[in-house]
């Protein structure tokens, strides 16, 4: 019953309330775990393994020549295109009924790995199949930059897998198939409903 109660007190306050990802912004807190897993550094400088890199993750204007340039009157303005274009991409791709928490750790990922990468992923497929579960398993793979398994990666993975995984309900365990779609009201309705069956 405590189950039952939980599921339907975060229903109701909107948290575990699944919507399609077309209706879903990204939320001041995924905002902030955003940046604080891409960190703020407004002079251009080289990733640990040779990007060029600015503000929060910024690599698409900068390159080693740019190495060294303040560009933190700029970090506000990118920051808002790239999350826009990670959200974009979220918003194209997912198709089944997601959480705000789920629906934010999407776009800290995708904003990491970029959209053609979130598109053809693993991930993705289990996601739209349903299979919650099996989709945040998906989240420690894509650990590595050019090769390299980065510490900064493992843990940023195992942050957004934690925060996706919020979205799962014990149910999508059992069945992923049809327990996805489902709400948790009309979950916990069902449960009410089949108790006073018995």
Known sequence: MRALYERATLAVAG????????????????????????????????????????????????TKADVGKDLGHLCSKLLAEDS?????????HVIVPITQAQYDALVSFTFNVGARNLRTSTLLRKLNAGDCWGAGAEFPRWNLAKGQKLPGLVKRRAAERQMFETGCYREDRQDPRHAMPQSPLRAAHADISSRRAA
């Open 15 to 62: 948290w575990g309330v699944r919507r399609l990802a077309a209706g879903l912004v990204l939320s001041a807190a995924g905002t902030t775990a955003l940046v604080t897993y891409e960190g703020s550094v407004p002079v251009v400088y080289l990733d640990p393994v040779g990007i060029p890199t600015v503000c929060e993750g910024h690599t698409k204007t900068v």
């Open 84 to 92: 826009a274009e990670a959200q974009f991409a979220v918003r194209s």
